[in-house]
Structure formats: structure tokens, C-alpha cells
T-cell receptor, first 114, second 111 residues
Framework: DAGVTQSPTHLIKTRGQQVTLRCSPKSGHDTVSWYQQALGQGPQFIFQYYEEEERQRGNFPDRFSGHQFPNYSSELNVNALLLGDSALYLC?????????????FGPGTRLTVL | GENVEQHPSTLSVQEGDSAVIKCTYSDSASNYFPWYKQELGKRPQLIIDIRSNVGEKKDQRIAVTLNKTAKHFSLHITETQPEDSAVYFCALSGGSYIPTFGRGTSLIVHP
């Protein structure tokens, strides 16, 4: 039973570039949420995807966008990268499309913007 | 959105002591309250959660209590061990509110 997986594990980009991060949910899960975790902070909710649609969104600009595929995997895209986008990006999967479903986190992608 | 305050930010205990971490929130629509443990460089791991129809839940050395009237919930760890050392996050969600995490408590258990 595969858990949540994310790729890549680390990424280095320069300001202004664009990045795509990928997430495969735990087997049997249909919902993917994305979080940004800055150093020394708690995870901050970016958005949640269920049935290939964005269901909820946190306080993040439109530079952050996403997509969910028919197999429930998901991508997070960030355009026009800023230094402040440097963080650990976590995805979490759950079953049912609700914010109160139990979530399981992936190992994260460490993004560094220079 | 919902806000959650988590205290203390750092907690240092001796092995075998108990540890208590408390989170307070403001909106009564919140109805799901999970706790996560995050070791350095690792993913957050769910250790226990509670829903608003329950006041207390235990799992071996870990317990969570919820006081909906006072709008706070707490994590209790008994008989702490060095491997309990990590950062602990409370979180909440419910209704139309997005999942919101506390700022974390760094627990240090001294052998």
C-alpha cells in the first residue's frame, strides 16, 4: 500500500522562473491538498483538489495554480518565483473531498529560490 | 479565516515527565482537530485527532482533550521518551474554513 509520494525532493530555481511540483496520493485516496511550510512555521494551506476541481483555496496569489488528473495525482505550479517562495511544499491526500477528512502528508519538495 | 494560537513554542522536559501543549481558536464552526508530529527533515505525521462530538480521546501515552465552550484543545503526552522529541503542530478545520495549523511546539525530552 503506497503512501503519498512527491517529486522532486529538492529543487533550486532563480527569481522569475516557473516551477512544477508533483504529488501522487495514497492508494485509495481521491483528494489532494497542497501546503507551504516556511522554516520554523506550521504548514499553510494553499488549495485542495477533488474531482479534478479546486475546492478550497488559502490566501495565496494567482501565481500559485494547480491541477488534478483523472488518476487523482496532482501538480502545483508556481509562476514568477520570488525569494519568499523558498519553502518546503507538502502535499497531503485524503478520501472524500472534505477539509475534515484525515490527511496524510508526503515527504515534501524543498524549493530554494535564488 | 480561522486563527489558532499554540503554546508553548518550546517545551523542555525530563524523560518520564508529562508534556502538555495547548491550542486556542476563535470560531465555533471548527469541528476537526488533528495533532501532527514532525521530526527534523521529515513529513508531518498524524498522531491523534478529535472531532467536535467527542471531549477526550486516548491512544496509549497520547491523549487529546477538547473544550468547545472555551474553544481550546490540548495534547497530553505521558511518560515522555527521548524519541518523543520533535515539533508538534495542532490544526483545525471545519465548515467552510480551510485547514489551519498552529505555529508549532518544539518538544525536547532530556534522557
Amino acid at each position: 500500500d503506497a503512501g503519498v509520494t512527491q517529486s522532486p525532493t529538492h529543487l533550486i530555481k532563480t527569481r522569475g522562473q516557473q516551477v512544477t511540483l508533483r504529488c501522487s496520493p495514497k492508494s485509495g485516496h481521491d483528494t489532494v491538498s497542497w501546503y507551504q511550510q516556511a522554516l520554523g512555521q506550521g504548514p499553510q494551506f494553499i488549495f485542495q483538489y477533488y474531482e479534478e476541481e479546486e475546492r478550497q483555496r488559502g490566501n495565496f496569489p494567482d501565481r500559485f495554480s494547480g491541477h488534478q488528473f483523472p488518476n487523482y495525482s496532482s501538480e502545483l505550479n508556481v509562476n514568477a518565483l520570488l525569494l519568499g517562495d523558498s519553502a518546503l511544499y507538502l502535499c497531503a491526500s485524503s478520501l472524500g473531498g472534505s477539509s475534515t477528512d484525515t490527511q496524510y502528508f508526503g515527504p515534501g519538495t524543498r524549493l530554494t529560490v535564488l | 479565516g480561522e486563527n489558532v494560537e499554540q503554546h508553548p513554542s518550546t517545551l523542555s522536559v525530563q524523560e518520564g515527565d508529562s508534556a502538555v501543549i495547548k491550542c486556542t481558536y476563535s470560531d465555533s464552526a471548527s469541528n476537526y482537530f488533528p495533532w501532527y508530529k514532525q521530526e527534523l527533515g521529515k513529513r508531518p505525521q498524524l498522531i491523534i485527532d478529535i472531532r467536535s462530538n467527542v471531549g477526550e480521546k486516548k491512544d496509549q501515552r497520547i491523549a487529546v482533550t477538547l473544550n468547545k465552550t472555551a474553544k481550546h484543545f490540548s495534547l497530553h503526552i505521558t511518560e515522555t521518551q527521548p524519541e518523543d522529541s520533535a515539533v508538534y503542530f495542532c490544526a483545525l478545520s471545519g465548515g467552510s474554513y480551510i485547514p489551519t495549523f498552529g505555529r508549532g511546539t518544539s518538544l525536547i525530552v532530556h534522557p
